[in-house]
C-alpha cells in the first residue's frame, strides 16, 4: 500500500514558478514509477510527468516540455514537480500517482495509487 499527500500548491502570476511536493509513505517506493496528473474544471484528467523508480528516465507532455521538472528522492518518499513559466492554461488540480508494475505511465487507468490532489491557480 502507498499513501500520497501532495503540497506546494497556490496562486501564481503568469511566468511565475511553484514547486509542488509528493510525500509517499510505503517501504517500496523507490520500485514505483510516478506520475503527475491534472485536471482543470469540465476537462478529463491529463497526462503532465512521470519518472521511473530509479529516477533515471523522465517523460513529459508536450504542454509542459521545457518548463516543467520532475524528479524523486527516494530516501526521502518524495517526487517533486518543478513548475516554470506557468501560464493561465495550467491552472488545474495536480494530482501525484503511483504505478507498481510499469505500464505505459501516460495514462491514469494504469496507475494504482493517488493523492488528494492539490490546486494551483495562474492568473493572468
Known amino acids: 500500500q502507498v499513501q500520497l499527500v501532495e503540497s506546494g500548491g497556490g496562486l501564481v502570476q503568469a511566468g511565475g514558478s511553484l514547486r509542488l511536493s509528493c510525500a509517499a509513505s510505503g517501504r517500496t517506493f523507490t520500485r514505483y514509477t510516478m506520475g503527475w496528473f491534472r485536471q482543470a474544471p469540465g476537462k478529463e484528467r491529463e497526462y503532465v510527468a512521470s519518472?521511473?523508480?530509479?529516477?533515471?528516465?523522465?517523460y513529459y507532455a508536450d504542454a509542459v516540455k521545457g518548463r516543467f521538472t520532475i524528479s524523486r528522492d527516494n530516501a526521502k518518499n518524495t517526487v517533486y514537480l518543478q513548475m516554470n513559466s506557468l501560464k493561465p492554461e495550467d491552472t488545474a488540480v495536480y494530482y501525484c500517482?503511483?504505478?507498481?508494475?510499469?505500464?505505459?505511465?501516460?495514462?491514469?487507468?494504469?496507475?494504482?495509487?493517488w493523492g488528494q490532489g492539490t490546486q494551483v491557480t495562474v492568473s493572468s
Open positions: 519518472i521511473t523508480w530509479s529516477g533515471g528516465r523522465t
Open positions: 500517482a503511483a504505478q507498481s508494475v510499469y505500464e505505459d505511465s501516460r495514462y491514469p487507468n494504469n496507475y494504482q495509487y
